[in-house]
């Protein structure tokens, strides 16, 4: 019955722990001013979770966040992610094939929150602070269980700020940003 699950650590590794580098890395600076990203993408193949790839952000000195969020399916030819602060909601996206490219562009659409999201931004605060308070209760584990919690979880965000996101797109009263930025693959 419980022949699937994992007790290696693999997802771990990929999701939680990132001090490796990670599968794919961009470094992307955006056009308008000097700021700059950089993003690492892991590809997962999990027994129960299933295929998908997560989305991390380099801290320091080689250490990656854990999983921030995961690429989307719906757009076959794109790689894009959602972000979210406080603020607005972040919809990055690039051509799957920029990546054997020197240097491409990344497109982020940005949303900016208004008034009537109190709720929304609310709920999404005590979300995340549920799963990391439970991810950081269950962090010692050695076997993938706690990981896969957390990546569930981290779904959950996902799909909330997706729908926010769809919301608000259709919505001509939330302001709406674009900014390109010029990336490459970062080894």
């Given at each position: 019955?419980?022949?699937?699950?994992?007790?290696?650590?693999?997802?771990?590794?990929?999701v939680i722990?990132?001090?490796?580098?990670?599968?794919?890395?961009?470094?992307?600076?955006?056009?308008?001013?000097?700021?700059?990203?950089?993003?690492?993408?892991?590809?997962?193949?999990?027994?129960?979770?299933?295929?998908?790839?997560?989305?991390?952000?380099?801290?320091?000195?080689?250490?990656?966040?854990?999983?921030?969020s995961v690429?989307?399916?719906?757009?076959?030819?794109?790689?894009?992610?959602?972000?979210?602060?406080?603020?607005?909601?972040?919809?990055?996206?690039?051509?799957?094939?920029?990546?054997?490219?020197?240097?491409?562009?990344?497109?982020?659409?940005?949303?900016?929150?208004?008034?009537?999201?109190?709720?929304?931004?609310?709920?999404?605060?005590?979300?995340?602070?549920?799963?990391?308070?439970?991810?950081?209760?269950?962090?010692?584990?050695?076997?993938?269980?706690?990981?896969?919690?957390?990546?569930?979880?981290?779904?959950?965000?996902?799909?909330?700020?997706?729908?926010?996101?769809?919301?608000?797109?259709?919505?001509?009263?939330?302001?709406?940003?674009?900014?390109?930025?010029?990336?490459?693959?970062?080894?």
């Amino acid at each position: 019955m419980y022949s699937n699950i994992s007790y290696s650590g693999e997802l771990k590794a990929k999701v939680i722990d990132v001090k490796s580098w990670p599968d794919t890395a961009i470094l992307c600076k955006y056009d308008t001013n000097d700021q700059s990203f950089m993003r690492g993408f892991n590809q997962i193949n999990d027994d129960i979770l299933g295929e998908f790839t997560s989305v991390h952000s380099f801290i320091d000195n080689n250490y990656w966040s854990p999983i921030e969020s995961v690429v989307m399916k719906n757009y076959p030819k794109l790689i894009s992610w959602y972000e979210t602060s406080s603020e607005m909601i972040f919809f990055h996206f690039f051509e799957k094939d920029s990546l054997s490219k020197e240097y491409f562009k990344t497109m982020t659409d940005i949303y900016l929150f208004s008034d009537q999201d109190k709720q929304f931004l609310s709920d999404m605060k005590i979300t995340k602070s549920k799963n990391k308070k439970s991810f950081a209760e269950k962090y010692a584990q050695t076997d993938d269980v706690a990981s896969r919690e957390y990546t569930i979880g981290i779904f959950g965000i996902v799909k909330k700020i997706r729908e926010q996101e769809e919301k608000m797109k259709n919505n001509s009263a939330y302001k709406k940003y674009e900014l390109i930025s010029t990336c490459k693959v970062w080894k």
